[in-house]
């Protein structure tokens, strides 16, 4: 058995070789996080952007999540290639080559080992809906608005059938190839700040639309009476028809990464 020193030794001994950034950005104006064979606006693309501004070179760049057009990240993972300026200077130049509506929070030297994909072991989203009567232009593509009255408790209570282990191919945009569609819902809880009711949720893994089905059929809830017994049955079915519509990829925001 190794002392903690001797640990701590083994641990800085590690080479580190590859950076992992750790972003925020406002999804509206982009065609989704991942570069795009037409040549759309991305986040990724728009990333290699600065990166080669700074460092003179185009990186490769890969992200925990492929988020959709529209949808945002309070704190978005990725990694890329080692680059020669102190981590501490790195996000500061970066920063002065993205647009307001990206900005690198952390930059860190982590081992080669990591990966912002496959090191990841669960995810955290939120979905925003605005339930007032009257549209906030202030948060216009920034939450979903919603004009009925919603009840966040009932609604919460309701929302507990999606936790654990389940098959979730009901809440999966059709379509998609996935064929292991079982996953674990670590929590779903809704909790109300003024007009704004949020839907948070977290996972191992989310499936192709799954937090956006989910909302939708959260709010399908609050419209047709779901209760929690219901919902059970919905995700049961495996039938994408019996669950709600998908909500709108504005009110959806990756909120954390776990690793």
Known sequence: MTDNFTES??????????????LTYDGT????????KSGVVTVQSTLQDAIESVCGKRLP????SRTDAGVHANEFVCHTDIINIPCEKLSVALNSHLPSSVAVKKAELVPDSFHARYSCAGKEYIYKIFNEKYRDPFLINRAMFYP?????NSLSFAAQAFCGRHDFRAFM?????????VRTVKYCDISRFGDIVQIKIAADGFLYNMVRIIAG???????KGFSRD?????????????AG?????CGLYLNKVFY
């Open 148 to 152: 009925r009255p919603l009840d966040a």
């Open 230 to 242: 219901d919902i059970s049955d919905i995700i049961s079915s495996c039938q994408r028809k019996n």
């Open 173 to 181: 945009s059709e379509g998609s190839k996935i064929s292991d569609t």
């Open 245 to 249: 519509p998908t909500a709108p990829a």
């Open 9 to 22: 030794q083994n641990l800085q001994a590690i080479p580190k070789n590859k950076i992992k950034l750790t």
């Open 29 to 36: 104006n982009f065609h989704g996080w991942q570069v795009q």
């Open 61 to 64: 760049v890969t992200g925990c």
């Open 217 to 223: 059929t959260i709010i399908a809830a609050s419209e």
